[in-house]
């Protein structure tokens, strides 16, 4: 009884200094955990890195302005729109599961920072070039080089294919 009551006093006390990263590991621990697949928990648990700089910092003290110097940032290191909007995308869920479990009470990310889309032309691999792909994976183990072949016939993106399942067959 002691416990159930110290409750609410205990999680009103962790909200107020909840990290971003406490609150990225929350939202990958306890909803992903739930409703996620392995490899979605993965990729997700990648995404963390991304945030290092703001790992440290409150939660509730992140503004707009923190996330706009967030994707000048990662567009001076190359990322493109769409990992941004991913990783936008991410940090959207986490804050609005601390939201929903009333660990904060706002999300700085709005629909205005999510970046635009430059559609590129796809390029196709020459028959030599996929000659030349195959020369160079026919010494790979049988499973990378099954795995290779299967993106080469089918187009898959990766994640696709890290998330196939037997069931999908």
């Not at 990310?109 to 996929?130: A, G, N």
């Amino acid at each position: 009884i002691e416990a159930q009551e110290a409750l609410p006093k205990v999680t009103k006390s962790f909200s107020k200094n909840l990290t971003v990263l406490e609150m990225m590991n929350i939202y990958i621990n306890e909803h992903c955990a739930c409703n996620c697949k392995e490899t979605t928990i993965e990729l997700y648990i990648g995404y963390k890195g991304n945030f290092k700089d703001l790992h440290y910092t409150q939660a509730k003290k992140i503004t707009g302005r923190d996330i706009n110097k967030l994707i000048i940032s990662w567009k001076k290191e190359g990322i493109k729109n769409k990992s941004i909007n991913n990783l936008l995308g991410f940090m959207t869920s986490c804050f609005n599961y601390a939201i929903e479990n009333k660990l904060l009470s706002t999300n700085p990310i709005t629909k205005k920072h999510r970046q635009s889309r430059k559609y590129e032309k796809i390029q196709y691999l020459t028959e030599d070039e996929i000659y030349l792909f195959k020369q160079l994976i026919k010494n790979y183990p049988l499973n990378k080089r099954l795995a290779l072949l299967l993106d080469l016939h089918t187009g898959l993106r990766i994640g696709e294919l890290l998330a196939l399942e037997w069931s999908d067959i």
